[in-house]
């Protein structure tokens, strides 16, 4: 499945091992019942393995048959163009001042070279994501790939980091979040997922990153 250019990040085995199965089926049968699930994997500091486990679990549901998109929701720190060994392009951060009709999302979407999974990397980073995040072109994108995809899955910011996260988790069918074995302590977990229920989105998992 993977190949000498896809980024170590990814490999055979983390996606088909059981860990990552496991993660795919709970997640799926939570979310079934949403049309297009949109899925926020956060944190509550950065560090913790987010985009690790957002890779991977976006991986293990293409190898499962699913169209899947993978989409940088972390604009502070972009990582996945190079994750995938992806061309610089403009990516999600040219959607700032773009007006509605103007939203075009096959510029943005490029596919991996896992068969069935896209990418939607950030671009260059941007100094105030939320003027993305909580624009009506961010929305119309979402809308656009709800229409290609069977799962989109957003590697966004930690909830401690930025606020940013919020914004992601309104528009998202579920929030899972990502805490390292030897990461943070337990009650700025439990604080991040406080502010997930905060913000009326649905928690449909925690996972515990022990890569």
């Given at each position: 499945?993977?190949?000498?250019?896809?980024?170590?990040?990814?490999?055979?085995?983390?996606?088909?091992?059981?860990?990552?199965?496991?993660?795919?089926?709970?997640?799926?049968?939570?979310?079934?019942?949403?049309?297009?699930?949109?899925?926020?994997?956060?944190?509550?500091?950065?560090?913790?393995?987010?985009?690790y486990v957002a890779?991977?679990?976006?991986?293990?549901?293409?190898?499962?048959?699913?169209?899947?998109?993978?989409?940088?929701?972390?604009?502070?720190r972009p990582i996945?163009?190079?994750?995938?060994?992806?061309?610089?392009?403009?990516?999600?951060?040219?959607?700032?001042?773009?007006?509605?009709?103007?939203?075009?999302?096959?510029?943005?979407?490029?596919?991996?070279?896992?068969?069935?999974?896209?990418?939607?990397?950030?671009?260059?980073?941007?100094?105030?994501?939320?003027?993305?995040?909580?624009?009506?072109?961010?929305?119309?994108?979402?809308?656009?790939?709800?229409?290609?995809?069977?799962?989109?899955?957003?590697?966004?910011?930690?909830?401690?980091?930025?606020?940013?996260?919020?914004?992601?988790?309104?528009?998202?069918?579920?929030?899972?979040?990502?805490?390292?074995?030897?990461?943070?302590?337990?009650?700025?977990?439990?604080?991040?997922?406080?502010?997930?229920?905060?913000?009326?989105?649905?928690?449909?998992?925690?996972?515990?990153?022990?890569?």
């Amino acid at each position: 499945m993977t190949n000498a250019n896809t980024h170590q990040f990814i490999s055979d085995e983390s996606v088909s091992g059981q860990e990552f199965r496991t993660l795919r089926n709970n997640i799926a049968l939570q979310v079934s019942r949403d049309d297009i699930p949109v899925l926020l994997m956060t944190s509550a500091t950065s560090g913790e393995g987010k985009s690790y486990v957002a890779a991977n679990l976006a991986a293990s549901f293409a190898t499962e048959g699913k169209r899947t998109l993978l989409v940088e929701g972390n604009l502070h720190r972009p990582i996945l163009a190079s994750v995938f060994d992806l061309k610089a392009q403009d990516g999600l951060a040219s959607l700032v001042d773009v007006a509605l009709e103007s939203v075009d999302v096959d510029k943005l979407v490029v596919d991996t070279k896992i068969n069935r999974l896209a990418v939607a990397v950030a671009g260059e980073s941007l100094a105030d994501p939320a003027q993305l995040l909580a624009s009506a072109a961010f929305k119309e994108f979402l809308q656009q790939v709800k229409t290609k995809f069977d799962i989109i899955v957003i590697d966004g910011p930690a909830m401690a980091d930025a606020s940013e996260a919020g914004l992601i988790a309104e528009l998202a069918s579920g929030v899972v979040v990502v805490a390292k074995a030897d990461g943070p302590s337990k009650r700025l977990v439990k604080q991040t997922i406080a502010q997930v229920r905060d913000l009326n989105a649905e928690l449909v998992g925690t996972v515990l990153n022990q890569a």
